[in-house]
T-cell receptor, first 116, second 110 residues
């Protein structure tokens, strides 16, 4: 069974440009999460989808970040325009059940974003 | 989510058991204790979780104190592949996100 896959694995863009990250969750997982680790900091939650609906986007840093999950399958995270402080590793995760109290989340390998 | 406290780093010799401690003195009655790890250049990986009783799976064992204020992740025989940052995370009712702290960086010495 394929795990959570993320594209691209690395992206280097200039300040002010737009970048779109993609996440394909495990098939059948309605719950999809985005996290990120910026340099020297801890991994932080960004948002949570249940199917195509945003359940919680409290971790989104500002309105330059837009996440979508049309059709409830794959998700995209767009950063527009990118700033230097957006550099970091962006992780996607999925889980089969709503809530993470008594279930596990499956993470992708991450996308390393470098803004220069 | 309640806070957890872990040592910043630990070392182990290869093929020796490793006991990774976690303190969570403010844990609530419905909080599950989860452990994830992150190998270099990879995403976090689920290891194990439990509520009150000790748990075993193919990767590790989780020993939970009777008062639930602390727990210990046990790797029975450390291998070089177990070198990673290990995170102890509490997840309670209505929890839809994982709160990662700094974790414990485990080094395994050949």
């Amino acid at each position: 069974e394929a795990g959570v896959t993320q594209f691209p694995s690395h992206s280097v863009i200039e300040k002010g440009q737009t970048v779109t990250l993609r996440c394909d969750p495990i098939s059948g997982h309605d719950n999809l999460y985005w996290y990120r680790r910026v340099m020297g900091k801890e991994i932080k939650f960004l948002l949570h989808f249940v199917k195509e609906s945003k359940q919680d986007e409290s971790g989104m840093p500002n309105n330059r970040f837009l996440a979508e999950r049309t059709g409830g399958t794959y998700s995209t995270l767009k950063v527009q325009p990118a700033e230097l402080e957006d550099s970091g590793v962006y992780f996607c995760a999925s889980s089969p059940r709503q809530g993470l109290m008594n279930t596990e989340a499956f993470f992708g390998q991450g996308t390393r974003l470098t803004v220069v | 989510d309640a806070k957890t406290t872990q040592p910043n780093s630990m070392e182990s010799n290869e093929e020796e058991p490793v006991h990774l401690p976690c303190n969570h003195s403010t844990i609530s009655g419905t909080d599950y204790i989860h452990w994830y790890r992150q190998l270099p250049s990879q995403g976090p990986e689920y290891v194990i979780h439990g509520l009150t009783s000790n748990v075993n799976n193919r990767m590790a064992s989780l020993a939970i104190a009777e008062d639930r204020k602390s727990s210990t992740l046990i790797l029975h025989r450390a291998t070089l592949r177990d070198a990673a940052v290990y995170y102890c995370i509490l997840s309670g009712a209505g929890s839809y996100q994982l709160t990662f702290g700094k974790g414990t960086k485990l080094s395994v010495i050949p």
